[in-house]
């Protein structure tokens, strides 16, 4: 774990040295467990970087936020999504988009992180949810747009579902920095969702995911409680054992009598 929160120099720094730990991460207790924990860096919605408790519970956590560029509208629009997310307190920004906008944000010295390979936001142009570079055209086609990247601006660049082979040379050959999601250890940073870790996906599970708890389990079981707890709620209420003389407040009697005087007398 980095004992600060690091700059992206620190980040820089350390490429080639050691691999450093990301999450996906939604809510202020998972912030809270990831920074406990040592987690180095985290993605975040752009609703969890304003809460105010964020940097509360969480403040040596790099974060990154974002939005699509679907999503964000224009380049100026986009820009001015980026300064509000770093004078929220957040360090980089995630952009889908291409190259040009990487640069028009990166020229503004906005930290920008791109994304190549499975790019969810652009999955058509590649076949789908499926891995990309497995061909020696196409890695090559990968490696040239990581360079495109960087020469952009972009600091660093999450590689989801590339081979293994494809995503190490390329990370070897560039000064950017690589955030394998399911491209394997030769990257700079492992990168996986806290939903998939916990086991609280109930959906697809990607290859590259790997559950350490079942929440799900928990969750199913805290439901059924739940049910039984409203049920035996609706129980009493009907037979009349709720409310008991301890969840009531009394008027004293003879404040009772005169307001019933009053009502009498009305």
Known sequence: ????????????????????????????????????????????????????????????????????????????????????????????????????????????????????????????????????????????????????FEEAGAFAVEIEVVPTEVASEISKRLDMLLWSMGSGAGCDVQYLFAEDILGENRGHMPRHSKVYRNFSAEYDRLQIERIAAFREYIADVNSGSYPKDNHIVHMANDEFSRFRNQLDNT
Request: with cysteine; aromatic share 8%.
């Open 1 to 148: 774990m980095i004992s600060k929160r690091p700059t992206i120099a620190d980040l820089r720094a350390l490429k080639g040295k050691r691999q450093l730990t990301m999450l996906r991460i939604f809510t202020i207790d998972e912030a809270e467990a990831a920074e406990t924990a040592g987690i180095d860096i985290v993605s975040i919605p752009p609703e969890l970087l304003l809460n105010p408790r964020y940097r509360d519970v969480a403040p040596s956590l790099f974060s990154m936020t974002g939005m699509t560029h679907q999503e964000a509208g224009t380049r100026d629009d986009y820009l001015r999504f980026a300064g509000k997310m770093l004078q929220a307190d957040g360090d980089a920004l995630y952009c889908s988009g291409g190259i040009g906008t990487v640069k028009f944000l990166a020229d503004e010295y906005i930290p920008v992180v791109a994304h190549v390979g499975l790019v969810p936001s652009r999955a058509t142009w590649t076949g789908g949810y499926r891995a990309v570079g497995k061909t020696a055209e196409t890695a090559l086609a990968l490696f040239e747009e990581c360079r495109a």
